[in-house]
């Protein structure tokens, strides 16, 4: 039966407090795990207690989620480029778009990849983004419609659900706590922001791209079919990239530790094995 064995911290960061998450050894080897939109570091909750007798985990809320500070956005740009040099500076004090920023930097550091229902590839984007693509085009035209629904409750449950068969695997606590957080003062204009930049992530693709292929670093892709807004094909194309990345297909959605946690334990601890990167 697994333990929790996390601890709970929180360190200033170029005048914000960044919340984190760890758990150990602290001798062991370090896994470094990113959320993305709109979850925090609780989404690892459960994997950090699977993993945790082998790897040093270590889990950040990015500024503006969870339980991170989260600034105006007219003191703090809300970048992804921002919100990347921010996790640098977490990981130099403590010894998926943010993740690629980091290796791209800092390659050396780089023992293996594990990616998890995050686009590098322009097929990997639904047609859901479709409209997000024009509000990219013309902000003022879509804000307000984008706003609502990147915060409202419907839309933060249905990017747990997407179109899987198998709802009553799904606690709802996942949606509803992410739904409170959105409700914070000031998340509207954050996660807008946010949203805005991400085109710059678009434009990066073919940069992330070339990383994997000068580096091919171990890659392991774990993929929830059931995503709306990222495709399955957005997973396959990591193979044209890395030429002995694995790739796995699996019954869930967006976030697949809510359905396959124990596949996605087991999965990562394998590679990460076979690479001598923590005992297996």
Not at 68 to 95: E, K
Not at 157 to 184: I, V
Request: glycine share 8%; net charge negative.
């Amino acid at each position: 039966m697994p333990v929790n064995t996390a601890t709970y911290h929180s360190i200033p960061i170029d005048g914000v407090q960044i919340f984190f998450r760890k758990a150990e050894p602290a001798d062991a080897p370090v896994i470094l795990l990113l959320h993305g939109f709109p979850s925090s570091s609780r989404m690892f909750a459960g994997l950090m207690e699977l993993l945790a007798d082998r790897y040093h985990l270590i889990a950040p809320d990015y500024p503006g989620f969870g339980h991170s500070d989260a600034p105006d956005p007219q003191a703090f740009a809300y970048t992804f480029d921002h919100l990347a040099a921010v996790v640098d500076g977490f990981t130099v004090a403590i010894g998926g778009p943010v993740g690629f920023r980091l290796a791209m930097a800092h390659p050396e550091r780089v023992q293996a990849l594990v990616i998890q229902n995050a686009v590098a590839h322009e097929e990997g984007l639904g047609p859901l983004w479709e409209t997000r693509r024009a509000y990219w085009r013309d902000r003022g035209a879509y804000e307000e419609k984008l706003r609502a629904n990147l915060t409202s409750l419907e839309a933060t449950k249905q990017r747990h659900l997407g179109t899987t068969p198998h709802p009553q695997r799904y606690d709802p606590d996942g949606w509803t706590d992410e739904y409170a957080f959105l409700s914070g003062p000031g998340e509207s204009a954050i996660q807008s922001d946010l949203f805005y930049d991400y085109r710059t992530n678009v434009d990066s693709y073919p940069l992330w791209q070339a990383y994997l292929r000068k580096h091919q670093p171990p890659t392991l892709v774990l993929w929830g079919k059931y995503d709306t807004s990222f495709t399955v094909d957005g997973a396959t194309a990591y193979g044209r990239d890395v030429t002995e990345a694995e790739i796995h297909i699996l019954d869930a959605g967006h976030f697949a530790m809510d359905e396959k946690l124990d596949e996605v334990a087991r999965l990562t601890s394998r590679i990460l094995a076979s690479r001598h990167i923590g005992s297996p």
